[in-house]
């Protein structure tokens, strides 16, 4: 948890976990940190990830430098796994539905720096230390930056005021937060080495999404499809092939209608409560 933040999100974990300040930056401190733990399995999430900016943003390479030194850190401390946190768009998605074996080709700095990433943990793998890179598509639900697709068309719709999108044709792969969560547990719990799609391998128009929401918020005449222009180089296909995943035994939890439903109404609770 970096120093500073408030810890909101992870309220719910003090219970069961100890949260220990630290930013990844202060590399010295990192490496003592697990020096001192000596951690069987590490689970690296954290990245400069701020909606509109972190595609393109330098940030990105701090992120990049942050994460191999904890990576070698976890290794010094004999660490037995580390799952690292990727991205679709590592690959080239013009073939729309990807698998492990697809042919890679970011378009953005975050996705070229988590690539490198990839790479860099993957000739670091040995010395006892076996790696997971689990390459997340579209995640959602409760607790999410209110400026991403789904709490934004949320938020509108709650305060009855016209949600903005564009046509919404572009299909996705979308998975409910808690799933995602499940996946990577479930493969670091297992020591599974390499690369896992992390997706539910079931495409969905953002257009059916937003016209889910209209009617869980009993709203669907203030949706907006068209109001909007797509956003440039914007991929009209990405969906996953889960085939490698669901062979650890993995299923998810939720399906569309039962996860936009968890969304709307943490964000209607959220709001009630100010």
């Known amino acids: 948890m970096r120093p500073g933040r408030d810890p909101w999100r992870l309220r719910v974990l003090e219970p069961k976990a100890t949260l220990v300040e630290c930013d990844l930056g202060d590399h010295a401190r990192v490496r003592q940190l697990l020096a001192d733990l000596r951690p069987e399995l590490c689970f690296h999430c954290a990245w400069y990830a701020v909606p509109g900016d972190y595609l393109h943003s330098l940030e990105n390479l701090t992120a990049l430098v942050d994460s191999m030194n904890l990576a070698r850190g976890a290794r010094e401390s004999r660490c037995r796994h580390f799952v690292g946190v990727g991205t679709c768009f590592e690959y080239d998605t013009s073939p729309g539905t990807l698998s492990e074996t697809s042919p890679t080709g970011p378009r953005s700095l975050y996705a070229a720096a988590k690539l490198a ?110 109001a909007r222009p797509y956003s440039p180089g914007d991929p009209m296909y990405v ?34 409560s100010g």
């Open 117 to 226: 990433l990839h790479l860099v943990l993957d000739q670091m793998r040995g010395e006892g230390m076996g790696m997971t890179w689990a390459r997340l598509f579209y995640l959602y639900g409760p607790m999410e930056d209110a400026r991403r697709l789904v709490p934004s068309v949320v938020r509108a719709l709650l305060a009855g005021e016209p949600a903005a999108i564009s046509p919404g044709q572009q299909v996705r792969d979308f998975l409910h937060v808690e799933d995602v969560a499940a996946a990577l547990a479930a493969l670091g719990q297992r020591h599974l080495d390499g690369v896992f799609n992390i997706g539910s391998g079931q495409p969905i128009t953002v257009a059916d999404v937003a016209t889910c929401l209209g009617r869980l918020c009993g709203r669907e005449s203030l949706v907006r499809l068209g």
């Open 239 to 272: 969906c996953a092939d889960v085939a490698r995943l669901r062979s650890t035994g993995w299923r998810a939890a939720y399906n569309l209608e039962t996860g936009l439903s968890d969304s709307v109404r943490w964000w209607r609770d959220h709001l009630a």
